[in-house]
């Protein structure tokens, strides 16, 4: 055995399946043995496009993700995909080809500092001189990406290392990794203190993020929810945490957030967070933030808890195990002692959204972007797997679909990248190929990693690109319409290619829409296609924005609507 065969041994060891990579010279050797694997390959046309796959697959999934990249360039094109995993915890392993060891520091040709260009963006990385030591830095390497708060892991793979042979190869022993102990429970008497603060709050909720899905905590959210009777908001990355038309969910917050979920933080007097990091993105200004409430944060990671909002009752461990946690504890709980008012509270949420619910003014002559959004929403039943790229499309997509489970919704929440939602949807697909995926997409961001059509046509997936096309910037223009007097410096996009001849060019289905009658039929022919992408382009509302929208270091309840 040599470096390469131990490393596919061991990741196969580990349950990997899949590995979206990109080959190079230093990688020459590994991908010679990975030819004879049974590990599947993904050959992205761009290695960003790889690692956003990988991260499609391990949040449709649930696994951790694997791509991988050769030296220099290789591992630097890799480095946006994996800054987007660590913000917003995506378990990833990310392999780069490194320069032969005796050549590192020399600037040898495609060498790179890889370790340290991403040790500030990585939950830890390793740089394998010997081959010997690929089996435990493998087994380390998964075990630290999916635990505690998911995040990316750094393989840095010398030629040498990986071309060198081995005689005996020791298998991983139990992993002994003493800096690195996640807290799984929560402390027992932080718990009855919550509980305990709990007793005498009249307007509480439920703040649930991103860590719901992660931990796999939706069912006990559910459950605590409905054992107290307390409402729970999501945050965006948190969405599909509690179905939308479960009873006690009162929308979802932030800056595009609901009126009903924005007012119900300005007004609660206690909050019981859970899986956040209280981005500014959901709270607004930090020191308005619940100004009248007291506050716990429940969150795996130590590091994030009273980080941005100061909290009354900090509770290190799992989302899930502390929510079981509380409802073992939840005898404690005396819900009866303020009955009355909350039963109004959960009127007073209600009627919140009754009056301002998410609304557009309909049109019978130009596509609105909203009206695309809920088609979708009903043409799949609210079934589909939904990526986005980052925009006004990102926004219409939390608004108008309507997300009924965990790891549904798939979008670039922490870093905002462009180019994000075209990759994960084939990640998902190949993930979960009999789930329908939908990239909902604006025409900007789709453009940054469009090539990955070819790798979508090539494996013969089925997904559908939905363009939201306003020949824009969209939310950049939307910042200069309202902030800086309408002057729409180079936002505008009137120069684009046409979407349908491109996609034909790639091997896929391209349709058109450009009146609000042609959505349906469009989408129907669409959804008809089960082998190959379908690029839709929707000629939509130049001018559309997305509303409510609360300004930048604004409280929440200082939301625009118009």
């Known amino acids: 055995m040599n470096g390469a065969d131990i490393l596919i041994a061991s990741l196969k060891r580990e349950g990997a399946d899949v590995i979206f990579g990109y080959p190079g010279g230093v990688l020459l050797g590994l991908y010679d043995r990975l030819f004879d694997s049974d590990i599947r390959h993904i050959l992205p046309r761009h290695e960003q496009g790889g690692v956003h796959a990988a991260e499609g697959y391990a949040k449709a999934t649930g696994k951790v993700g694997v791509c991988m990249g050769t030296s220099g360039p290789g591992a630097t094109n890799l480095v946006t995909g994996i800054a987007d995993a660590y913000m917003d915890s995506i378990p990833l392993v990310v392999l780069t080809g490194q320069v032969a060891s005796e050549l590192i520091g020399t600037d040898a040709f495609q060498e790179a500092d890889t370790i340290g260009i991403t040790r500030p ?258 043409l799949t039943k609210g079934e589909a797997i939904i990526t986005t790229e980052v925009g006004q499309n990102q926004m219409w997509s939390a608004q108008y679909y309507k997300f009924k489970y965990p790891n549904q919704f798939i979008s670039s929440g922490g870093l905002g990248t462009m180019g994000f939602g075209l990759p994960a949807a084939i990640g998902a697909k190949i993930g979960l190929p009999d789930r329908e995926v939908f990239d909902i997409a604006g025409d900007g961001s789709i453009l940054m990693n469009i090539q990955e059509l070819a790798t979508a046509a090539q494996h013969r997936l089925g997904i559908k690109v939905a363009i939201l096309n306003n020949r824009f910037l969209g939310m950049v223009r939307q910042w200069q319409q309202l902030f800086f007097n309408k002057r729409y410096s180079y936002t505008c996009m009137e120069f684009q290619p046409d979407f349908v001849k491109l996609a034909e060019a790639f091997g896929c289905v391209g349709l058109r829409a450009e009146k609000p009658d042609d959505v349906k039929p469009v989408l129907r022919e669409a959804l008809k296609v089960k082998d190959k992408p379908v690029v839709i382009d929707f000629c939509c509302d130049r001018e559309e924005n997305v509303f409510p929208m609360v300004p930048a270091g604004a409280g929440l309840d200082k939301m625009i609507f118009n």
Request: overall charge positive; hydrophobic content about 40%; charged content about 20%.
């Open 121 to 378: 963006i990585v939950k830890h990385s390793y740089l394998i001189k010997d081959s010997g030591d690929l089996p435990a830095a493998v087994k380390e390497a998964f075990h630290i990406a999916k635990s505690g708060r998911p995040g990316p892991v750094v393989l840095d793979l010398p030629k040498n290392m990986l071309n060198s042979p081995k005689s005996k190869v020791e298998k991983p022993g139990q992993i002994d990794l003493p800096g690195y102990q996640p807290n799984y429970e929560g402390h027992p008497m932080q718990i009855k203190k919550l509980l305990s603060a709990l007793d005498s709050a009249k307007k509480p909720i439920i703040i649930a993020g991103g860590g719901i899905r992660s931990a796999g905590a939706s069912e006990a959210l559910i459950k605590f929810a409905e054992a107290t009777g307390i409402p729970v908001l999501l945050t965006f990355m948190g969405l599909g945490g509690i179905p939308h038309d479960h009873p006690l969910f009162a929308g979802w917050l932030g800056m595009h957030g609901a009126y009903s979920a924005n007012m119900s933080t300005i007004q609660a007097d206690y909050v019981m967070a859970v899986g956040t990091r209280f981005s500014d993105r959901s709270t607004g200004d930090f020191s308005l933030f619940a100004p009248n409430a007291v506050k716990a944060h429940i969150d795996i990671d130590p590091s994030s808890i009273s980080k941005n909002i100061s909290v009354n009752t900090p509770i290190v461990g799992d989302a899930r195990v502390v929510l079981e946690q509380l409802l073992k504890y939840i005898s404690v709980f005396k819900a009866e002692k303020n009955e009355k008012a909350r039963a109004d509270w959960l009127k007073q949420i209600a009627k919140w959204g009754r009056e301002k619910p998410f609304a557009y003014e309909k049109s019978d002559t130009v596509i609105k972007p909203q009206f695309v959004v809920h088609e979708i929403y009903k």
